[in-house]
């Protein structure tokens, strides 16, 4: 399972640009990156935005059995404060407007909510304004309304402030997490907050660096992030916070079809490759709301990915993919 991926978006260097692709290209390119998805071992996964919403038809047309796709969840279009995060996403400024973007998006048959927390945009912060707009307050409104729609949430906080607000907010998951400290982690581990670390993304954006030979401020800020997000995957997994895998592959320089790397990154950063298993799997469905999935159990659907070696020896055996089954049914 991967629990942070946007099928509206291939990855690769212009990322972002690829989101507002015309429609029909955006539409058709997700279907086959559903494929490429279900093709590398990914039988469930959450996309957790995607522009008009495409995430949700994707997810129907899925469970309709009309697309070969992962059993997908859709968050709809992500929820941020106006001036701040992609200006795709569905934009709020006063709390009422918080509430019926959440509301919106449930109407539309969202599976769960997503809400960006981040900066202002350069240019947008108006005088005297705090850091973050969408703060500590917005947050709980927004993790109130979501709640008792009986809606999980999970919380995009990539900068120090935005990691510190999600933390102590009682989201669901906690996506990225790059600046996460001692502090935070502990109150995680308290509220049951999940961390999605989507350690691929700053590998990926390394690669780009080089290959499409970016400018050195750039590389020197993916370096950055890369560092901080293991250091932060590191000190979570000693924390003992809940871990659920997730690539980010669309929204970020990673591709869809390599979920394999990301279990390979969070035995890098000290965690058994049994424990990077379950984050791919059982974790990853309790954070999803899978409870007939994630594990081989009598009764259970049968999701399962049969591989060529051992992962448990060899993290790396997850690329050595033999068939995927769903439902059941051979499907790749
Ligand atoms: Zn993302």
């Known amino acids: 399972m991967d629990c942070h991926v946007h099928y509206s978006s291939p990855g690769g260097p212009e990322w972002i ?5 015309p429609l029909p290209e955006i539409s058709m390119r997700a279907i086959e990156l559903t494929e490429t998805s279900l093709r590398s071992g990914v039988t469930t996964a959450r996309d957790v935005g995607a522009p008009h919403g495409v995430s949700i038809r994707l997810a129907r047309a899925a469970r309709a059995g009309e697309i070969r796709a992962p059993n997908i969840r859709a968050a709809g279009t992500w929820i941020a404060h106006r001036g701040t995060y992609v200006s795709f996403a569905r934009l709020f400024e006063e709390t009422d407007e918080l509430r019926n973007a959440i509301k919106t998006e449930i109407e539309a048959g969202a ?3 997503k809400v960006a927390l981040a900066g202002w945009n350069e240019g947008a912060r108006p005088q005297d304004a705090p850091d973050i707009p969408f703060d500590k307050k917005l947050l709980a409104v927004a993790v109130e309304e979501a709640h008792r729609a009986g809606f999980k949430i999970a919380c995009h906080a990539n900068d120090p402030t935005s990691c ?3 933390a102590h907010a009682g989201v669901d998951s906690l996506e990225h997490g790059m600046f996460l400290e001692a502090g935070d982690l502990e ?3 308290k509220n049951k907050t999940y961390l999605v670390p989507t350690m691929s993304v700053w590998d990926a954006m390394l690669y780009y660096a080089r290959a499409v030979d970016w400018p050195e401020t750039r590389k020197k800020r993916a370096e950055d992030l890369r560092q ?3 250091a932060a995957v590191t000190a979570a997994i000693k924390a003992g916070v809940r871990i659920a895998l ?3 592959a669309g929204g970020g320089a990673a591709r869809h079809g390599r979920i394999a790397r990301e279990a390979e990154l969070m035995v890098e950063c000290g965690m058994e490759p049994r424990h990077a298993l379950i984050a791919a799997t059982s974790s990853a469905a309790a954070l999803i709301g899978e409870s007939e999935r994630g594990t081989i159990e009598e009764g259970k659907i049968a999701d399962l990915v049969l591989l060529d070696a051992n992962p448990l020896e060899n993290i790396g055996a997850l690329r050595l993919i033999v068939d995927v089954f769903q439902e059941g049914r051979r499907v790749a």
Do not use: K, Y
Not at 17 to 21: G, L, P
């Open 17 to 21: 640009a690829r989101f507002t692709d």
């Open 111 to 113: 599976d769960l909510i």
């Open 164 to 166: 510190g607000i999600a």
């Open 187 to 189: 109150v995680m581990v």
């Open 228 to 230: 901080g997000s293991r």
């Open 246 to 248: 997730g690539t980010d």
